[in-house]
């Protein structure tokens, strides 16, 4: 599934709620319902610890069933409706075909997520709106239960010839960053350009579109961001 296609909400719970996070469950279970090819969810955490006895995930799933998900990364409802557990340091998922739920996700976490293929929905339980504001300016999120969706930032007016580079730098890149040392000059020299020639950029549009709509991992278009923002600064950077 290609990644525009992905059905994204959020859920502002503005710290600990377990009501919340009965909504995301009570989410996952519904799309399982609609579609039994969704009934196989993953459910992404930042680390183990956060299902330990005493935890609010342990308080709202019960200490066994915590227990369960936490030893055998998997705990099943009724209706043949499960939850598989990811976590952020995970290395050994690159794809998902069904929906995830992400619990207070960090942005690695959340970019983990966004780059595992097939996947089809995406819920993030939010602790404080301002970590998750990047994804939710790049894809246009709506709140869960609103439709009040954004205007993604990678669809705003963006001058012609930064967004003609742009593209350029999108086909030199599949993978989590740039290796080859001619891809790196070469996007050195695109935003130096730039800048001598007064052509405005904001990096964080640059990083967004990329991801959108140059379908670049999160890795590659960072280290494209942070080129671009070091340039704006008047930083030294190597071209190597």
Sequence with gaps: MNKKERARFYINSEGPDESAIGI??????????????KRKSLFAINQLHELEDGSILAD?????????????????????????????????LYSWNGPVLAL??????????????????????SRRIEEIQPWIYTWGVPELGTSQQSVPIS?????????????????????????????????????RSFKKRGVPYDS????????????CKSGAADEVKSIAQSILDGKRIHAV
């Design 155 to 191: 669809q705003r007016p963006m001058h012609p010839e930064v967004e003609a580079r742009l593209k350029e730098i999108s086909h030199m890149n599949s993978g989590d960053c740039f290796t080859h040392p001619s891809d790196h000059k070469r996007i050195v020299e695109i935003f």
């Design 60 to 92: 709202f799933l019960g200490d066994k069933r915590a227990r369960q998900l936490r030893q055998s990364k998997q705990i099943e409802f009724k209706d043949d409706f499960s939850m598989n557990l990811f976590l952020a340091r995970q290395r050994d």
């Design 104 to 125: 207070y996700p960090t942005a690695k976490l959340l970019d983990k997520v966004e780059d595992l293929y097939e996947v089809t929905d995406i819920l993030v339980i």
């Design 24 to 37: 995301g469950i009570k989410w996952l279970a519904e799309i399982g319902k609609d579609n039994p090819k």
């Design 204 to 215: 964080n549009e640059i990083r967004a579109w990329l991801i959108r709509e140059g379908g």
